[in-house]
């Protein structure tokens, strides 16, 4: 029995699906692995047995077709997955968290049976916040959804779309204007692919890592987007961006919960080789500092794991119905640089083999490092953290201190 065998609180109907996760992933997750990453093409087969296990759409609730789990429910599988493949982890992610969630909490009646509808077909939906000019500034974006008689018209460019090109299901995010110019705040548009005029995919990057599954641009050249498919929080279009965004906490427990299932599978395969590979005459697991590495990584994962629970079960303030969003920021932080870590620590442990193609460690140093960066970087996820701790408001903006 390993370390994070050993689990706080899980019903036993968790442990049970816990244990589900982990044999599909090691059946029919882990001999994909290699090629998804080589071949750079998204694993249709992969998400189908995800869809036939129930593992697609586990947020949903019953009342939408859905098993209606838990956000902790979800990370359990998602762990599950990424202790195999990091691709396969961040599609479980999506189908259960991010866009899925601001929908079941904020959508209308139709909304939220066309996004449970997708979901549970296998659909992993795109979240389109980030443009060119504006990531970690994300207020600062530029595409513009214009209030044309019954229809707003959407134009701009958006970019490290993740699935862009697979994502049949878009929660695109606009500044909104009145037919007189007027802004009014910023909005969510569901569109959905090849249903949507004017919803294009760009060019697809070159990533370093998690090369199954594509980031691209996503360009928006007078999409027209019908009032019953705009996305409004009770506080309207003026500060429904900061409500819509509070969904998106799930989406980064749910980044973490993809890095410390890649650390955890790096640790595994550590432990084991370990015991296998002989110097000097006898397995280097018998080496005290070797040992002390493990016990590191260990307890390290043990650590992130317990922010990543205690973020998933808190809610934040005011009635929400998302993580905490110091909690989830903490997480993020800790585990995302945390697992970085244990990944290089693994690969070190297997030497020359480590770095060999030929071994999952190298693809897996390369897909941890992701999350330092997506679903907020570590440095802007401080400043989350930093305003809570001082009470303050913490504008980046030159001058932001200043009366404007």
Known sequence: MSVDDRHWNLTEDQ??????????AVEVVAPRAAEVDRTEAYPWDVVEALQEAGFMGMTVPEAYGGPGRSFLEAVLVVEEMARQCGVTGRIAVEANMGALSAIMAYGTEDQKRLAAELVLGGDKPAICITEPGA???????TTRADRRGDRYVLNGKKHWITGGGVSRLHLVFARVFDEEGAEEGIG?????????????????????GLRGIPETEI????????????????????????????????????????????????????????KEREQFGRPIAEFQGVQWMLADMATRLEAARSLIWRATTS???????????TMAAQAKIFTSETCIDVANDALQ????????????????????????????????????????????????????????
């Open 15 to 24: 442990e049970e699906l816990r244990l589900r996760a982990r044999q599909l």
């Open 349 to 404: 442990l297997f030497g020359a083999a480590g770095y060999s193609r030929n071994n999952p460690m190298e693809r897996i140093c390369r897909d941890v490092r992701m999350f330092t960066i997506g679903g907020g970087t570590a440095q802007i996820l401080r400043t989350v953290v930093a305003s809570r701790v001082l009470d303050m408001k913490l504008p980046q903006r030159r001058g932001g201190f200043l009366p404007q």
């Open 315 to 325: 809610r934040g303030p005011g009635g929400s119905l998302f993580p905490d969003p």
């Open 188 to 208: 969510g548009f569901l569109a959905v692919r090849d249903e949507n005029p004017g919803l294009v995919i760009g060019r697809r990057e070159p990533t370093m």
């Open 135 to 141: 990531g970690s500034a994300a207020s600062q974006m």
């Open 219 to 274: 360009l928006l050249q007078d999409m027209e987007v019908a009032p019953e498919m705009v996305l409004v929080p009770p506080s309207g279009f003026g500060r429904g961006f900061a409500e819509l965004m509070n969904a998106y906490n799930t989406q980064r427990v749910g980044a973490a919960t993809v890095a410390l299932g890649l650390a955890a599978g790096a640790h595994d395969r550590s432990v084991a080789y370990v």
